[in-house]
């Protein structure tokens, strides 16, 4: 098996995906139900495309794809928990460019 395109997808995508998978299959196996149970549970966001989007017009060169999937499905309220998400992918953004990010974040969330 070779690993053509990797995208990281944010729940809201991954629920839409399962639901294709859903009309496609008839039934859903084990293990994609309880995906399904968590995804339920999990998103917040319903909106999430122009939420997407509003991150992307924001135009920070080093927030990539899977920084934008992060941050759409933790939805942070603050600086900390911004920088919390963003450390294990060793990404620094500066003061200014964090406050964009979550005035974006708290008209969605």
Same mark, same amino acid.
């Given at each position: 098996?070779?690993?053509?395109?990797?995208?990281?997808?944010?729940?809201?995508?991954?629920?839409?995906?399962?639901?294709?998978?859903?009309?496609?299959?008839?039934?859903?196996?084990?293990?994609?139900?309880?995906?399904?149970?968590?995804?339920? #549970?999990?998103?917040?966001?319903?909106?999430?495309?122009?939420?997407?989007?509003?991150?992307?017009?924001?135009?920070?060169?080093?927030?990539?794809?899977? #920084?934008?999937?992060?941050?759409?499905?933790?939805?942070?309220?603050?600086?900390?928990?911004?920088?919390?998400?963003?450390?294990?992918?060793?990404?620094?953004?500066?003061?200014?460019?964090?406050?964009?990010?979550?005035?974006?974040?708290?008209?969605?969330?």
């Amino acid at each position: 098996m070779e690993i053509i395109k990797e995208t990281p997808l944010c729940l809201p995508e991954m629920k839409e995906k399962l639901e294709i998978f859903k009309k496609r299959d008839k039934e859903l196996n084990f293990r994609a139900k309880k995906v399904e149970g968590y995804l339920n #549970h999990a998103t917040k966001i319903k909106d999430y495309k122009e939420f997407k989007k509003d991150l992307e017009s924001l135009e920070l060169s080093r927030l990539k794809e899977k #920084h934008t999937a992060l941050i759409i499905n933790i939805c942070p309220k603050d600086e900390d928990s911004l920088k919390t998400i963003l450390s294990s992918e060793n990404l620094t953004l500066k003061k200014e460019d964090m406050t964009k990010i979550l005035e974006v974040v708290n008209k969605y969330a």
